[in-house]
Each structure stands twice: as structure tokens, then as C-alpha cells.
């Protein structure tokens, strides 16, 4: 579901108390501000409760003011609150290696507004994407990378990040293995994107490696990085059937396919504020 243009977005989640839901509501009714777009979900496992609100605002409505009185109203509930302009776009800078779809795909439904961002910078490891990210006008930093002194590499890296102001970094198939500090640093705000096959199958040429094993089923999986190599929490999956007439690069196209789209699909819930995280799992609303 596409967000509107008019409306701001509440995010909170606190402690499973009795009220939660009342607190929120009726504190956005009290203002005047009208919901166009509520879910809740209640984690029974972890006791922790989470909403996420869109409303439009009333003639007059002062954020500041708004702020304080819900910091108010959910202090006794401990819950903790974000709340998110209209029109607003985050600053993205895109991580990649050699393959194009992810990159193209993401640049190309920024383009046309269906990915309410602004690409603020590409960075690879490789200089072969560099066309791409200048007929978009994005500058392209290639930081080649040498395995004998990674993180003069990776300093490189974080220096873009932190000079450009990006609130989200993509690894849209960026081939490398990111440190554990640099992983730190990035903690719930980078996405990655890689293939999901059952059974799973490691290293080199995966989709021949399944093509050998007849699987019937190819996916791909985005998650939030963190220290376990693709073992973040998941906040997009999406799969395809296929069957005995696929070949190696048939499900290499097919995997291309699902990539590009469950990486888009779990951007797009990032940037609407859609995604909490939930100790090792994540709550999607």
C-alpha cells in the first residue's frame, strides 16, 4: 500500500499493558487529526506491543506541541514514539559490485516516485556501474578493495555515508562481507538482498548447484544486516515456483526477478516507517 502525500506517520511500541491502543488514538481524536491508515499487532512471546498510524493533520497543528503532549501521554506506558513528516524522503546510498538488476531497479522506481527516496550516492567495489549511477546523475564512488587492509576500505565507505547525511544504506548485491564494526555502525539501517534456495546452497554458482538437485521452489530474502553473514532479521521474502524444464540460467533470470522486487518491496516498508524490530525478528505493519 503506497503511502499518501498529506499524511504523517506515527510509529510507537512499548511494553503489552492494558490501554495501548486508546492511548494512541484517543490522544490523536483529542487533536483533531484524522487516521487514514492504523495497524497494531501485540507480540504475545515477547509481551511488546507495536502501532504504526497515518493521519492527516488539523488546520493549526503545531509538532512541537504535539510531540510533548504525546511524550506525555506515553510516559506511563513506556512507550516510545517516532513520528514522520509528509513528503518525507531519506537520504540512500547504494552498495553494489558487478550485477545491475538491483541498482537499476531501485534507481528506476525512485524515478518515477514509487520509492519515496533520494539516492544521494553508489559506492562499489568495482567501477563497472558507474554509467548507470551517472545517467541518473548520482555520484559513484569506486573503492576497490584490497583484502590485505579492509577497513581503510571500509572508512572510505563510511565516510560517504556520514558526509552525505544517508539514514539507509542498500547492499543491492554488493559481494562482500562487511565487518563486525562496520555492521555495528549500520545496525537497522542497511538492507541486503540474496538469493533463497531450499536446500541451501553456499558458494560459488548456487543456482547451478540447485539446477543439479531439481529444486522446485527459487526465492530471495531481504533482511537488515548484523554480525551473522545473511542471518539478519528478514523484512521481505518472496518466491517462485519452477520445475524440470528451468535451466541454470533460467533460474538465474527468475532469481534476478524476485531480487530486484523483494528488495524494492522491503525498502519501500523501511522508508514508510513500516518495520520494527523485534529482538531478532521483525514486526512489518
Partial sequence: MSRAPDTWILTADCPSVLGTVDAVTRYLFEQGCY???H????????????????????????????????????????????????NY?????????????????????QRINQLSMDVVAVVSNHPDLEPLARWHDIPYYHFPLDPH?????????MKVIEDTGAELVVLARYMQVLSPELCR???GKAINIHHSLLPGFKGAKPYHQAYNKGVKLVGA???????????????????EVVDHSHYPEDLIAKGRDIEGLTLARAVGYHIERRVFLNANRTVVL
Fill in 35 to 37: 487516521v487514514t491508515e
Fill in 39 to 86: 495497524h497494531s499487532f501485540d507480540d504475545r512471546l515477547s509481551s511488546r506491543f507495536f502501532i504504526r498510524v497515518e493521519f492527516r493533520q488539523p488546520e493549526g497543528f503545531d509538532e512541537s506541541s504535539f510531540r510533548a503532549g504525546l511524550a506525555q501521554r506515553g510516559e506511563s506506558f513506556g512507550m516510545i514514539f517516532e513520528l514522520t513528516s509528509p
Fill in 89 to 109: 524522503r531519506p537520504k540512500v546510498v547504494i552498495m553494489v559490485s558487478k550485477a545491475d538488476h538491483c541498482l537499476n531497479d531501485l534507481l528506476y522506481r
Fill in 149 to 157: 587492509d579492509k577497513p581503510a576500505q571500509e572508512a572510505r565507505v
Fill in 185 to 187: 555502525k549500520l545496525d
Fill in 221 to 239: 530474502t531481504a533482511h537488515y544486516i548484523n554480525n551473522d553473514l545473511d542471518e539478519g532479521p528478514i523484512i521481505a521474502q518472496g518466491v
